[in-house]
């Protein structure tokens, strides 16, 4: 699932490609992942495109007044094709959910929103405003905003007592960050997934605030610039722990563990997180330092 950095390099990439060209029309392959109904889809063609945003894990590109949102979930992603033949899509032919095609500008480009899997999330709105997307609505802070100090992540944490890669995940208390970045920034902060954020000392806030900093700041440092084809590999390239179950930790050597559950997984290094100790899974593990 892209996050936070991949999801800011994607408006970054399509804000430079896609201002000021006309929407020359949209195809909605898979009605399933159309959430509005008004204003109707086809009433973003004709109108031209003056940015893109970034709101979470949510991307906003706008045109004259409407918004059209995506968020992305756990298999979508982004294809842009340049110079595109202008082929009339058939429903159940592809991974293909949404066409947007565009004119003007630095040529013709069709940008195509697309799910693989079995298990569709994807979904697309056509708005007046943002804030009429109930997820965007409802996301908390951005950890990367101007006005996200320290002192407004340790009265989030000490809001909430529940595990802090909980915390981390919920896109209401804090937009952006994922399983995959929660998992780096536990891992740089030197905290157990497991620890409940209400009872992090002050010590420990500070290390996270640092870590979130740091993790997410060179993920969008590493991700910007790059197409979309690209952002995928950059992401997997760049983690230390998350995916890497069985390699060895790069700042202690340890071995990266792994706890998994119905649906996903966390990977953490025992001597980097949790004194050395072992975390079965949530159920049983009593280590929360």
Known sequence: ????????????????????????????????????????????????????????KFVAVEADGLFLVFHLARAGWVRVTEAPTGAVLKRGGGHIAVRLSLAGGAGPVDVDLTEAGTRKS????????????????????????????????????????????GVLRSQSIMAGIGNAYSDEILHAARISPFAIAASLDRDAVERLYRAIHEVLGAAVAEAAGKPPAELKDTKRTHLRVHGRAGEACPVCGDTVREVSFADTALQYCPTCQTKGKILADRRTSRFLK
């Open 1 to 56: 699932m892209p996050e936070l950095p991949e999801v800011a390099a994607l408006a970054d990439f399509l804000t430079a490609r896609l201002a000021g060209c006309e929407v020359a029309g949209i195809q909605v392959v898979s009605f399933a992942v159309l959430k509005t109904a008004d204003p109707p889809i086809n009433a973003l063609e004709g109108r031209t495109v003056s940015g893109v945003r970034r709101y979470g």
């Open 122 to 165: 994807l979904a697309v709105y056509l708005v007046r405003d943002p804030a009429e997307v109930p997820g965007i609505a409802a996301l908390g802070p951005d950890p990367l905003g101007d006005d996200f100090d320290v002192e407004s992540l340790a009265a989030i944490l000490a809001a909430h007592s529940q595990q802090v890669k």
